[in-house]
């Protein structure tokens, strides 16, 4: 059974940055693809950022673009998300998930807050 876990969430103030990971404990070239979702207070959880494994191609969520960045790490089975000039309305649970073919893992969740 494939397990993900996140790692590298926190509170953080208006425009400073936070790199999210995403560990699997399989490697993740047996992934489709791999993102990162959000659920904010009050909200349905949404998708911010998605990645191709094989191919390395990337997608985004309008309002992170120019400042998510996701990749993928091979030698450390991860997929990071770094957030850059992060804003209040980031704020929310990050949950990390993989795809193959019709087989959906999701990680636990983890918080990120941005406040002054």
């Known amino acids: 059974q494939v397990q993900l876990v996140e790692s590298g969430g926190g509170l953080v103030q208006p425009g400073e940055s936070l790199r999210l990971s995403c560990s699997a404990s399989e490697n993740i070239f047996f992934f489709n693809t791999m993102g ?11 998708l911010v950022a998605q990645i191709n494994v094989p191919g390395g191609v990337a997608n985004y969520e309008d309002s992170v673009k120019g400042r998510f960045t996701i990749s993928r790490n091979g030698a450390k089975n991860s997929v990071d998300l770094e957030m850059n000039n992060l804003k209040p309305e980031d704020t929310a649970v990050y949950y990390c998930n993989a795809r193959v073919a ?5 990680g636990q969740g983890i918080q990120v807050t941005v406040s002054s």
């Open 102 to 106: 019709s087989r959906i893992t999701w």
């Open 36 to 46: 990162w979702y959000r659920r904010a207070p009050g909200k349905e959880r949404e």
